[in-house]
């Protein structure tokens, strides 16, 4: 296989997996609002949308890659660099599982009263970004530098608009209208703990994506990963988990259980 046929391949296989998610979510949404199905079909649906952005997305296969030998090439270093980000990514997953616990402790089967066409779109713009930082990466390990700046420009701009859709404006509209407790309110209840804690863990991984991908920006349009390009994926890896967290996230707070009104 050719540069320019693995090159196709793998951007062929990005659009596919998207095509993937965009059917999923469109069917969890479906079922829950207009169906009100059982939990567990939620969940499944959930389950197979983290597992195809993790295995196609993340990578994460490159884990069982064989290395040099040589400790000082960079194949190698690249090697131990990607298990100590996925050890990383292992531990920072157990802060989010813990609020979901939180999350169906307190509220068990109802979940916060949220504008879930809003919660649609933010998940839809999320999705979406990660297509666009898949080809960026993809771009920038076939060596077209142009490609993985406007692929990752594209990405950060749609990271940027997730993270004003959910903290400027449904934290304003779930206050304004009552449906959760807002930050001057000193009598917070568990629904707004939840809504607050989890939207706004999720949101500071964002943020910090966000300055992520910048910096790899800036330093891809420098030229400085033309030939070393680990950061890039290091990049891209850390984006499509924070995906992945919204991808359990969202339906525990806009589709799964009874609205509390």
């Known amino acids: 296989m050719t540069h320019t046929e693995d090159k196709k391949s793998m951007l062929s296989q990005g659009i596919f997996i998207f095509v993937y998610l965009a059917v999923l979510t469109g069917l969890e949404f479906f079922v829950a609002v207009k169906l009100q199905v059982a939990v567990a079909l939620l969940i499944v649906v959930a389950l197979v949308k983290a597992v195809l952005v993790v295995y196609y997305y993340m990578h994460i296969y490159k884990l069982n890659a064989e290395h040099e030998e040589d400790r000082e090439s960079y194949e190698y270093k690249s090697g131990t660099n990607r298990l100590g980000l996925w050890l990383f990514l292992v531990s920072d997953s157990f802060v989010f599982g813990g609020l979901m616990v939180m999350r169906i402790n307190l509220l068990g089967l109802t979940r916060p009263n949220l504008n879930q066409m809003l919660g649609l779109g933010v998940t839809a713009v999320l999705l979406i970004s990660s297509f ?25 701009i749609l990271g940027l608009s997730f993270l004003i859709g959910v903290v400027f404006v449904e934290w304003r509209l779930a206050a304004h209208e009552g449906l959760v407790a807002s930050f001057g309110n000193p009598t917070v209840g568990p629904v707004g703990g939840v809504f607050y804690m989890m939207t706004g863990m999720h949101a500071f991984h964002v943020l910090t994506g966000l300055i992520f991908l910048a910096i790899v920006w800036n330093n891809g349009r420098k030229g400085l990963y033309d030939e070393k390009h680990f950061p890039v994926e290091a990049a891209a890896v850390y984006w499509h988990f924070v995906d992945v967290v919204w991808i359990f996230f969202y339906p ?10």
């Open 132 to 156: 666009f930082m898949n080809r960026g990466e993809t771009m920038m390990k076939n060596g077209d530098r142009k490609g993985f700046l406007n692929n990752t420009l594209v990405t950060f």
């Open 252 to 261: 525990a707070l806009y589709l799964i259980g009874a609205a509390i009104l």
